[in-house]
């Protein structure tokens, strides 16, 4: 299922929150080696973060499988 939300939904649903940023964490530093990405708590966040972005989330058997 695709979902579209702005920052502020996205951050009403902390779970979901953590949820996608430890995915992007898992593919841009794990997997692709962007360690000036790397962070102690595992999350990646970014410029492109504000109040103004709308995320589109994939949820696949009730995990995040995608983000953009």
Not at 25 to 54: C, N, S, T
């Amino acid at each position: 299922m695709l979902f579209s939300l702005t920052t502020q939904e996205l951050m009403e649903r902390p779970d979901l929150w953590e949820a996608v940023h430890r995915l992007r964490y898992k593919i841009f530093v794990e997997e692709m080696g962007w360690d000036d990405l790397r962070r102690p708590d595992g999350l990646e966040l970014d410029q492109f973060d504000h109040d103004e972005a709308v995320h589109q989330i994939v949820i696949r058997g009730g995990e995040v499988a995608g983000f953009s």
